[in-house]
């Protein structure tokens, strides 16, 4: 009956989005009076889940499952949901989750509920609020079916710590030939960089930038703040800046905690994809820029006089806070 | 090769979102549909297999008698053929029942899908399909190549992209890559004249249980104004940022 979690993991330790969703799911637990189970899957050092709320760790290890591969990993999720008797099941919404939340779905016969940003509103009938129409709506939908399957916004409920005692169970669920049919031939992947997805926070520029060559300004802004570098559609479009680094509506979604927009003048399409940011800090000469309108937080003025300010300042800051 | 594409029928970007009916209802009051953005990357890259490899594209939406001129521009923009499954859809698992249906009866080789629509963003119906048939699945798809019978396609993953090979029959969640923008086309008029004549076979939906519903639309509260900082103050940002965001 436990609420299980897919704990995802990169090179062998938890990622903080699992914290968030062990959090969540703890407290969907309570309400429904009982517990939270995390699965991981080629991951060692689980035990830190103990912390926000997981009081049990269904481990699969597998050299097969080396790569993430959607079609094998939902039904190792399938498996060990089923096992568990679960009636809840909680994803997040990274890349990897939001591929496998349809197939867990139809796997479970379970109901999916995605972009979901709090708590359940009831558990019964189980009706849970979730964001549609590009962050400019929310809509509160009920999950009809026996089992449900959530993918919940990223940065949408916290951490709440709440220390649990852990057992840990390894498990080995009965793979065939037909979940590896899809193969991943390579990886390319920047190391070392703070991924759009991860970040905390985003440090974007745009055609206020004025140059490539002027980006230098914002990747030092970046790594005082341990933040990821992105940038608006036009710039990308013009080859200043590479299209991984796009966000928007057609480009990366951004949900972070501070999204900080650097000559950008605020299309409809670039803030659909960056509203669910928390907070908004828009800098651009143009008081009249749309960004201001959705924005916390403003500077009008010349991000060339303004940044290197705020960097040192930020800089200063970190010193002492540190 | 026989590719068919799955269109969702939504609101232009730029549309005012409202609702009717106690907020239980979307309001189309003045508002233009496009294709989904996501399809559209898709259905491109379709035209471009049906141009250089000689595939046939259908189209497909699960909609009612109103989504037919967003069908009639796919067609404009150079599809064979079109299929409207005559319902109109409150949840994804209802559509991707439908979209399965359609794949198994038309024995296609390729089902090319948004990634997600921009109305609701479930982002669950290309997968469903895959689930319900059994079928190959990549999403996120951001480059796709078919030789034979098997594909190529490059994946978007957090920081970086995965290089993947799967045997057709295939369900693609694509997304831009697939084309670039620059690419996209736009339908000439001797598209539009041809897409008139053009088969759009009306299909009655089987049936299917909804999963889900939704029970009510709210829109976000408002939004205090922009609290704005001179270039001077940059002191004054930091402070806000660290004890009133609480972000820093």
Known sequence: MSIVIYAESSEGKIKKVAFELASYAKKIANSLETSVTAVTINCSNTSELSKYGVSKVVKVNNDKLANFNAKAYADVLKQAAQKEGSKVVVLSSTTDSLYLAPLVSIGLEAGLASNVVGLPISTSPFQVKRTAFSNKAFNITEIATDIKVLSISKNSFGLVENSTSLTEEDFNPSLNDADFSVKVESVEKSSGKVTIADADVVVSGGRGMKGPENWGMLEELASVLGAATACSKPVSDIGWRPHSEHVGQTGKPVATNLYIAIGISGAIQHIAGINSSKVKLVINTDPEAPFFKVADYGIVGDAFDVVPRLTQKLKEFKAQNS | MKILVCISHVPDTTSKINFVNGDSEFDTNGVQYVINPNDEFGLTRA??????????????????????????????????????????????????????????????????????????????????????????????????????????????????????????????????????????????????????????????????????????????????????????????????????????
């Open chain 2, 47 to 248: 035209i471009w297999f049906q141009e250089q490899q000689g595939a046939t594209v259908t189209v497909v939406n699960v909609g009612g008698a109103d989504t037919e001129p967003t069908l009639r521009k796919a067609l404009a923009i150079g599809a064979n053929e079109a299929i409207r499954v005559n319902e109109n859809p409150t949840d994804g698992f209802f559509v991707a029942k439908q979209l399965a249906e359609v794949v198994k009866a038309g024995g296609y080789d390729l089902v090319i899908c948004g990634k997600e629509s921009l109305d609701y963003n479930g982002g669950m119906v290309p997968g469903m399909v895959a689930g319900l048939l059994n079928y190959n699945f990549v999403n996120s798809c951001t480059e796709l190549t078919i030789d034979g019978n098997s594909a190529k396609a490059a994946r978007e993953i957090d920081g970086g992209k995965e290089i993947i090979s799967a045997g057709l029959p295939l369900i693609i969640g694509g997304q831009k890559g697939l084309v670039e923008e620059k690419d996209l086309r736009i339908p000439n008029m001797r598209g539009i004249m041809t897409a008139r004549t053009k088969v759009l076979t009306i299909l009655e939906p089987v049936g299917a249980d909804n999963q889900t519903k939704i029970v009510k639309f709210e829109k976000p509260a408002a939004k205090s104004a922009v609290k704005l900082f001179t270039s001077d103050d940059i002191d004054g940002l930091v402070n806000a940022l660290h004890n009133e965001a609480k972000v820093i």
